[in-house]
T-cell receptor
Framework: AQTVTQSQPEMSVQEAETVTLSCTYD???????LFWYKQPPSRQMILVIR??????QNATENRFSVNFQKAAKSFSLKISDSQLGDTAMYFC????????????FGTGTRLKVLA | DVKVTQSSRYLVKRTGEKVFLECVQD?????MFWYRQDPGLGLRLIYF???????EKGDIPEGYSVSREKKERFSLILESASTNQTSMYLC?????????????FGPGTRLTVT
């Protein structure tokens, strides 16, 4: 069975600084997707970034980028130039591409950006 | 923009009551999901559906059932609510296949069972 581990329950970062959120996963699948979702306080969860396992190049979306280490089964999220609006709960998620499209979520990291 | 709506943001029910949580999506998505979110436990899948009248159990289906009579609507039913079902419930939807596999989430229903 697949598992997703986020070892940092809470983190804080100064505005304009860079922060990295950790995620590790365990799977025997060779083909899968990894995601980071953001849940702002009292707002809907939205997708931040997605990585396909067969792609070696790390995904980037503006100030958000990932460090995908397939052999180490690690998928960290880097937020550059942190903004107050980045304050949120961040969830790492895994989805295998065979069978049903079920996600496995981590327990989340609560990030607070300080002014 | 994809919109996933849930019938209530906050709900308070008594132990033993039958509870209905409704979810509607407007993007013609085949897949729909119900999760519960608890502090320190992340999101756990209760049930999902990949087509009308089709359903599959997730990781924690005990005490819950679901109904999907129309493609756009997916209901979660607590047959006899208990205090350990106090939680945040999130609905999500996605296309059956496609390179994005992105799930779109509703705003959540915070259910309190007293």
């Amino acid at each position: 069975a697949q598992t997703v581990t986020q070892s940092q329950p809470e983190m804080s970062v100064q505005e304009a600084e860079t922060v990295t959120l950790s995620c590790t996963y365990d799977t025997s699948e060779s083909n899968y997707y990894l995601f980071w979702y953001k849940q702002p306080p009292s707002r809907q969860m939205i997708l931040v970034i997605r990585q396909e396992a067969y792609k070696q190049q790390n995904a980037t979306e503006n100030r958000f980028s990932v460090n995908f280490q397939k052999a180490a089964k690690s998928f960290s999220l880097k937020i550059s130039d942190s903004q107050l609006g980045d304050t949120a709960m961040y969830f790492c998620a895994f989805m295998k591409t065979s069978g049903t499209y079920k996600y496995i979520f981590g327990t989340g990291t609560r990030l607070k950006v300080l002014a | 923009d994809v919109k996933v709506t849930q019938s209530s943001r906050y709900l308070v029910k008594r132990t033993g009551e039958k509870v209905f949580l409704e979810c509607v999506q407007d993007m013609d998505h085949e897949n729909m999901f119900w999760y519960r979110q608890d502090p320190g436990l992340g999101l756990r899948l209760i049930y999902f559906s990949y087509d009308v009248k089709m359903k599959e159990k997730g990781d924690i289906p005990e005490g819950y059932s679901v109904s999907r009579e129309k493609k756009e609507r997916f209901s979660l039913i607590l047959e006899s609510a208990s205090t350990n079902q106090t939680s945040m419930y999130l609905c999500a939807s996605s296309f059956l296949a496609g390179y994005t596999y992105e799930q779109y989430f509703g705003p959540g229903t915070r259910l309190t069972v007293t």
